[in-house]
């Protein structure tokens, strides 16, 4: 129930069926400017949505802590 409300907190279900159906970089760049998240949690939220894993993996951003 917890992830639910978070990943709802970030991106309301509302734009499931607006990400579903995004098909280039630009788009997803677009609602993640309106949504005022980064582009890779859009993209996550695409690929759990399509189950299409590997699409778009070049927009999600990766980071390493400092210790």
Do not use: C, H
Not at 35 to 51: D, H, P
Request: proline share 1%; aromatic share 14%; no cysteine.
């Amino acid at each position: 129930m917890a992830d639910k409300f978070a990943a709802n907190l970030l991106i309301p279900q509302q734009y499931n069926d607006m990400i579903e159906k995004i098909s280039n970089e630009e788009e997803f760049k677009n609602l993640a400017d309106i949504l005022e998240i980064s582009v890779g949690i859009v993209v996550g939220r695409f690929q759990f949505l399509t189950n299409q894993w590997n699409k778009f993996n070049y927009l999600i951003k990766s980071f390493q802590w400092n210790n």
